[in-house]
Protein backbone atom coordinates (compact mmCIF):
# COMPACT_ATOMS: atom_id res chain seq x y z
CA UNK A 1 0.00 0.00 0.00
CA UNK A 2 0.86 3.52 -1.44
CA UNK A 3 2.03 6.38 1.40
CA UNK A 4 -0.85 9.16 1.35
CA UNK A 5 0.30 12.62 2.07
CA UNK A 6 -2.09 14.05 4.85
CA UNK A 7 -2.60 18.25 4.96
CA UNK A 8 -2.41 19.53 8.41
CA UNK A 9 -4.56 22.57 9.09
CA UNK A 10 -2.59 25.21 11.69
CA UNK A 11 -5.48 26.61 13.66
CA UNK A 12 -5.66 29.18 16.64
CA UNK A 13 -8.17 26.81 18.69
CA UNK A 14 -9.54 23.14 18.49
CA UNK A 15 -12.70 24.16 20.91
CA UNK A 16 -15.05 25.22 18.54
CA UNK A 17 -14.63 21.28 16.72
CA UNK A 18 -15.10 19.83 20.17
CA UNK A 19 -17.83 21.72 21.30
CA UNK A 20 -19.65 20.54 18.11
CA UNK A 21 -19.13 17.06 18.57
CA UNK A 22 -20.26 17.34 22.50
CA UNK A 23 -23.75 18.91 21.35
CA UNK A 24 -24.12 16.01 19.06
CA UNK A 25 -23.11 13.53 21.94
CA UNK A 26 -25.55 15.33 24.35
CA UNK A 27 -28.36 14.30 21.92
CA UNK A 28 -27.96 11.12 21.80
CA UNK A 29 -27.13 10.59 25.07
CA UNK A 30 -30.50 12.27 26.07
CA UNK A 31 -32.18 9.61 23.37
CA UNK A 32 -30.28 6.98 25.73
CA UNK A 33 -31.43 8.21 28.69
CA UNK A 34 -35.29 8.56 27.29
CA UNK A 35 -34.88 5.53 25.91
CA UNK A 36 -34.31 3.60 29.48
CA UNK A 37 -38.16 4.95 30.28
CA UNK A 38 -38.29 4.96 34.13
CA UNK A 39 -35.84 2.94 34.58
CA UNK A 40 -33.04 3.49 36.95
CA UNK A 41 -30.09 4.58 34.48
CA UNK A 42 -26.32 5.72 35.11
CA UNK A 43 -26.01 8.91 32.83
CA UNK A 44 -22.68 8.75 32.19
CA UNK A 45 -23.11 5.55 30.98
CA UNK A 46 -25.11 6.93 28.31
CA UNK A 47 -22.76 9.47 27.72
CA UNK A 48 -20.13 6.80 26.69
CA UNK A 49 -22.17 4.58 24.73
CA UNK A 50 -23.58 7.56 23.05
CA UNK A 51 -19.72 8.95 22.25
CA UNK A 52 -18.65 5.02 20.94
CA UNK A 53 -21.58 5.14 18.65
CA UNK A 54 -20.91 8.09 16.72
CA UNK A 55 -17.39 9.17 16.97
CA UNK A 56 -15.07 6.26 18.52
CA UNK A 57 -11.65 7.35 19.34
CA UNK A 58 -8.66 5.83 17.28
CA UNK A 59 -5.44 4.43 19.43
CA UNK A 60 -2.92 6.33 19.98
CA UNK A 61 0.91 6.28 20.52
CA UNK A 62 2.60 9.28 21.72
CA UNK A 63 6.54 8.86 22.01
CA UNK A 64 9.42 11.83 22.33
CA UNK A 65 12.47 11.45 21.01
CA UNK A 66 15.24 14.20 19.39
CA UNK A 67 13.59 16.73 20.39
CA UNK A 68 10.05 15.74 18.50
CA UNK A 69 6.73 13.65 19.28
CA UNK A 70 6.16 11.14 17.03
CA UNK A 71 2.49 10.11 17.45
CA UNK A 72 0.86 7.45 15.46
CA UNK A 73 -3.29 6.71 15.08
CA UNK A 74 -4.81 3.85 13.94
CA UNK A 75 -7.29 4.79 11.29
CA UNK A 76 -8.11 1.39 9.74
CA UNK A 77 -10.14 0.95 7.10
CA UNK A 78 -10.20 5.39 6.50
CA UNK A 79 -10.67 7.35 3.80
CA UNK A 80 -6.80 9.27 3.38
CA UNK A 81 -9.21 12.13 1.45
CA UNK A 82 -11.03 12.37 4.64
CA UNK A 83 -8.23 12.15 7.36
CA UNK A 84 -8.00 15.71 9.05
CA UNK A 85 -5.77 17.12 11.24
CA UNK A 86 -5.50 20.02 13.24
CA UNK A 87 -2.75 21.81 15.16
CA UNK A 88 -2.53 23.91 17.76
CA UNK A 89 0.66 24.87 19.54
CA UNK A 90 -0.39 22.72 22.38
CA UNK A 91 -3.12 20.36 20.73
CA UNK A 92 -3.93 18.01 17.84
CA UNK A 93 -7.00 16.69 16.64
CA UNK A 94 -7.63 14.32 14.37
CA UNK A 95 -10.53 13.24 12.43
CA UNK A 96 -11.06 10.61 9.63
CA UNK A 97 -13.81 9.15 8.05
CA UNK A 98 -14.09 5.31 6.95
CA UNK A 99 -17.58 3.49 5.40
CA UNK A 100 -19.12 0.82 7.36
CA UNK A 101 -18.84 -2.63 6.01
CA UNK A 102 -22.75 -3.62 5.25
CA UNK A 103 -21.23 -6.75 7.74
CA UNK A 104 -20.98 -4.68 10.64
CA UNK A 105 -23.06 -5.12 13.28
CA UNK A 106 -25.31 -2.09 14.25
CA UNK A 107 -28.07 -1.10 16.13
CA UNK A 108 -30.75 0.87 14.42
CA UNK A 109 -29.53 3.87 16.91
CA UNK A 110 -25.99 3.77 15.52
CA UNK A 111 -27.85 3.83 11.72
CA UNK A 112 -29.61 6.36 12.58
CA UNK A 113 -26.98 8.52 14.24
CA UNK A 114 -23.95 8.15 11.41
CA UNK A 115 -23.90 9.73 7.88
CA UNK A 116 -24.40 7.70 4.85
CA UNK A 117 -22.83 4.59 6.96
CA UNK A 118 -20.05 6.48 7.42
CA UNK A 119 -17.73 5.98 11.25
CA UNK A 120 -16.29 9.27 12.10
CA UNK A 121 -12.89 8.61 14.07
CA UNK A 122 -12.30 11.87 16.56
CA UNK A 123 -9.44 11.78 18.63
CA UNK A 124 -8.09 14.85 20.86
CA UNK A 125 -4.57 15.42 22.12
CA UNK A 126 -3.23 18.18 24.47
CA UNK A 127 0.52 17.07 24.04
CA UNK A 128 2.62 17.49 27.55
CA UNK A 129 5.03 20.50 25.65
CA UNK A 130 4.55 22.78 23.15
CA UNK A 131 5.67 22.48 19.19
CA UNK A 132 5.79 23.95 16.36
CA UNK A 133 2.43 23.43 14.71
CA UNK A 134 3.95 24.97 11.11
CA UNK A 135 6.58 22.32 11.19
CA UNK A 136 4.03 19.20 11.67
CA UNK A 137 3.89 16.47 8.76
CA UNK A 138 1.71 14.01 8.31
CA UNK A 139 1.25 10.58 6.33
CA UNK A 140 -1.18 8.05 6.17
CA UNK A 141 0.13 4.52 5.55
CA UNK A 142 -1.98 0.81 6.18
CA UNK A 143 -4.14 2.48 8.51
CA UNK A 144 -1.84 4.20 10.22
CA UNK A 145 -1.52 8.11 10.62
CA UNK A 146 1.99 9.16 11.57
CA UNK A 147 2.24 12.28 12.72
CA UNK A 148 5.91 14.02 13.33
CA UNK A 149 6.06 17.26 15.58
CA UNK A 150 9.10 19.24 16.65
CA UNK A 151 9.28 20.30 20.26
CA UNK A 152 9.67 24.21 20.90
CA UNK A 153 11.27 24.71 23.97
CA UNK A 154 10.35 28.22 25.76
CA UNK A 155 12.40 30.92 25.20
CA UNK A 156 12.80 33.04 28.50
CA UNK A 157 12.54 36.46 28.46
CA UNK A 158 13.70 39.21 30.84
CA UNK A 159 11.65 42.08 31.50
CA UNK A 160 12.33 45.49 32.51
CA UNK A 161 11.07 46.82 35.94
CA UNK A 162 10.66 50.76 36.28
CA UNK A 163 12.34 52.03 39.40
Not at 123 to 135: G, S, T, V
Request: charged share 30%.
Amino acid sequence: MTKASISITDTNSIIDDIMLRQEIVARRAFELFQSHANQFSADLDDWFRAERELFPQPNILLRQADGRFEIDAALPGADPKKVDVKVTAEDLLITAERARPKSENVTAAEAATTSDGMVQYFRAIHLPEPIDPDKVKAEYKEGILHLTAPIVKPQGRTVQVGT
